[in-house]
């Protein structure tokens, strides 16, 4: 079974400084890795997704992530991060075999940005 | 085009209660998925519908239900209502063949 692991629950950083969040997945086959964004009291918003092709992949909201297999990571980044960039980050992955139902999702990042 | 819509979007129940909640799904998805989100164990998987047959499930007790309409629109059902159900519960919905789901704000539910 798939799994993902978001090693960082919260990641503080002032406003216009870059960020990085973490994403590791594990599955045995094939996988398709979403990032998703979900702002206080509001649902899900997909932020950019992998599914094959180029490894970088390039997002809403200035956001991109890498997918690198060797090391089975799909990290987010952003150069520079605005206050409303503040929100939950949740990595998910849907594996190969699966249906497009089957979101496996991570345990969220909480993105704080501040002046 | 308008996006996924759940109703009610705030619910509060007592304990023992039964509950449904709405989803409609962005016009010509055919499949819904829902989906639990609580602190304590984060987004987990409830159900899949599609063409108004349950295509996959998570691992919940048999209180969880669900169904959908030949329209798509989608409900989710509770019975015996339990203080650990109180959540906020999502409703996905994604074209037929596509890998991306697009969530309601969701419903959050209350148990006292």
């Known amino acids: 079974a798939q799994s993902v692991t978001q090693l960082d629950s919260q990641v503080p950083v002032f406003e216009e400084a870059p960020v990085e969040l973490r994403c590791n997945y594990s599955s045995s086959v094939s996988v398709y890795l979403f990032w998703y964004v979900q702002y206080p009291n509001q649902g899900l918003q997909l932020l950019l997704k992998y599914l094959s092709g180029s490894t970088l992949v390039k997002g809403i909201n200035g956001f991109e992530a890498e997918f690198n297999k060797s090391q089975t990571s799909f990290h987010l980044r952003k150069p520079s991060v605005h206050i409303s960039d503040t929100a939950e980050y949740f990595c998910?992955?849907?594996?190969?075999?699966?249906?497009?139902?089957?979101?496996?999702f991570g345990t969220g990042t909480r993105l704080q940005v501040t002046l | 085009k308008a996006g996924v819509t759940q109703t009610p979007r705030y619910l509060i129940k007592t304990r023992g209660q039964q509950v449904t909640l709405s989803c409609s799904p962005i016009s010509g998805h055919r499949s819904v998925s829902w989906y639990q989100q609580t602190p304590g164990q984060g987004l987990q998987f409830l159900f899949e519908y599609f063409s108004e047959t349950q295509r996959n499930k998570g691992n919940f007790p048999g209180r969880f239900s669900g169904r959908q309409f030949s329209n798509s629109r989608s409900e989710m059902n509770v019975s015996t209502l339990e203080l650990g159900d109180s959540a906020l519960y999502l409703c996905?919905?994604?074209?037929?063949?596509?890998?991306?789901?697009?969530f309601g704000p969701g419903t959050r539910l209350t148990v006292t």
């Open positions: 996905a919905s994604c074209r037929d063949g596509s890998y991306e789901q697009y």
């Open positions: 998910a992955v849907i594996s190969g075999t699966g249906t497009a139902s089957k979101l496996t």
